[in-house]
């Protein structure tokens, strides 16, 4: 475990300490959200802080904090570039530990609800390996600085305020894991900041400390698939050979279960299975094997079935796409920020969490440069954050409408632009310039506008055309067959 830092922090009865020279942040969670964080706020602070509430893996192994984590993980293209930009080199870090480049839709068999996309170059590609490996390479080069400092087994329990009506933050209070005490926690102290994130994720408890110091909570948007997964490490058969190295088999309204291979470090594939709609995925080997079985194309089931099983099946269940609104409050507390899930969580089947992170703590980095400092910088920094959601929201969050069981009280407004999208997936499966403008939304280097380029709108008006029911093999090559598939 690291050493605890000298925070400048507050005991009781204790002296204050003093803030740093220069400036010091603190950033709460030491997820990938905290950490792309504190790696754009230690190019303009002169100390960042990293609270955690778990003591974190001197590998890449897994932690409890991050339960998404034994799940497939994709970085898709604005992602990765965005943590190359604030962390230069760790994509040629990330490629050397193991992750692996999904050319798209070159390298991918991608059955979405609309058809077969057709696989084409495009200068586009996802990176995929497990999360731990992720957070471990983000981790070690957060370690490297001199700047950042992590406090571990250590959570928040309050903000420190100043000014009327708490009107800045000027810190937080903490406290860390004591075993000797009946409650397990140690008496709660205080560490002083001039700029403090909140990137606990999902559990955020900034809502209700917004509530404790007199200002609005955040009106939240809430769609919920009602997804539940199952997932599984296999080593693919011996001798195993293909012309791709992912599969994505999406479900459909009439057909609510997907697939999901990713290829991992190692040269082993990790397998996300999905069901909609309440319904969960087994969490045995052969009842594994059995619902891929049942998926809308036989390609994944018939992949796995000469595979062999690494370790356990896992299951997860907390999947809803909810976002809090923090950009629409009228008062906000200066030099404090959400990021992450607890401002935007996604629902994790289209892989844009890990993504939109790191775009919004690019954000961040671009209003300190400008701001000169963390002073001002909060308020706007919301609208931006909302903004980097946007893109990931009009996918995740569009798509999950289409299932019944996900809201109830779509408006006009919303029906038509989710009918519009289906109309662009169902061409994407013979048209590329529909194809394009889903994977450019997708892998979040275009505005939902893509989806209105006039080709795109050209491909919707034309309608359906009639497509194979068998995966496209590459441009230059001819169709494969089925029993050319492995």
């Known amino acids: 475990m690291s050493s605890r830092p000298d925070t400048g922090r507050r005991d009781g009865g204790g002296r204050a300490g003093g803030r740093a020279a220069g400036g010091q942040a603190v950033v709460l969670g030491a997820g990938l959200a905290g950490m792309f964080a504190a790696a754009a706020l230690s190019r303009h602070m002169e100390r960042v802080v990293v609270v955690e509430r778990d ?40 490629r050397d530990a193991g992750m692996v480049e999904v050319g798209m839709p070159r390298d991918m068999l991608l059955l979405t609800a609309g058809g077969w996309m057709p696989r084409f170059t495009t200068p586009l590609f996802m990176m995929t390996s497990s999360r731990d490996l992720i957070d471990w390479v983000v981790r070690d080069r957060l370690h490297a600085d001199p700047k950042v400092e992590f406090l571990e087994e250590t959570e928040a329990v309050g903000l420190l305020t100043e000014g009327p ?12 894991r004591d075993a000797s005490r009946e409650a397990g926690r ?37 769609v919920d698939a009602q997804v539940a997964y199952s997932t599984c490490v296999f080593d693919p058969p011996p001798g195993h050979e293909a012309d791709w190295n992912c599969v994505l088999l999406q479900s459909t309204p009439d057909a609510p279960r997907q697939g999901i291979l990713n290829p991992i470090e190692g040269g082993r594939w990790m397998v996300s299975l999905a069901a909609m709609g309440g319904e969960r995925p ?10 891929a079985r049942t998926l809308r194309s036989p390609v994944l089931y018939d992949t796995l079935v000469k595979a062999r099983p690494v370790g356990p099946v896992h299951g997860s269940g907390r999947t809803e796409n909810r976002r809090r ?11 404090f920020l959400v990021l992450g899930d607890g401002a935007g969580a996604l629902n994790p089947s289209y892989g844009q969490g890990m993504s939109v992170a790191a775009c919004s703590a690019v954000a961040l980095d671009e209003a300190l440069a400008a701001a000169g400092g963390p002073a001002g910088v909060a308020s706007g920094m919301r609208k931006k954050v909302a903004r980097c959601i946007d893109t990931a929201w009009a996918i995740a969050a569009t798509g ?14 919303t029906r038509m632009k989710l009918r519009y ?15 394009r403008a889903l994977l450019d939304l997708n892998q979040m280097v275009s505005s939902p506008a893509a989806v209105f380029r006039p080709r795109v709108v050209t491909a919707v008006l034309r309608g359906s055309r009639k497509v194979s029911d068998l995966p496209p093999a590459l441009a230059e090559r001819p169709p494969l067959t089925h029993a050319e598939l492995p």
């Open 421 to 435: 999208l289906y109309r662009v997936v169902g061409a994407s499966a013979w048209s590329r310039p529909a194809a």
């Open 55 to 94: 003591r974190l893996p001197e590998g890449p192994e897994w932690r409890r904090g991050v339960p998404q984590s034994r799940h497939a993980h994709n970085l898709m293209t604005a992602g990765h570039t965005a943590m190359n930009r604030l962390l230069p080199g760790v994509r040629d870090e990330l």
């Open 325 to 335: 609104h923090y950009e629409r409050l009228r008062r906000w507390p200066e030099r």
């Open 186 to 222: 140690g008496e709660p102290y205080e560490i002083e900041a001039d700029f403090v994130v909140d990137a606990t994720g999902r559990r955020s408890r900034t809502p209700e400390w917004l509530r404790a110091m007199g200002y609005e909570t955040p009106a939240e948007s809430v």
């Open 165 to 176: 009506r708490h009107a800045e933050v000027r810190g937080v209070r903490v406290r860390g």
């Open 400 to 413: 999950d409408l289409g299932y019944p069981w996900a809201i109830n009280d779509a408006g006009l407004s």
């Open 282 to 291: 087994p969490l045995d080997h052969d009842g594994f094997l059995g619902y």
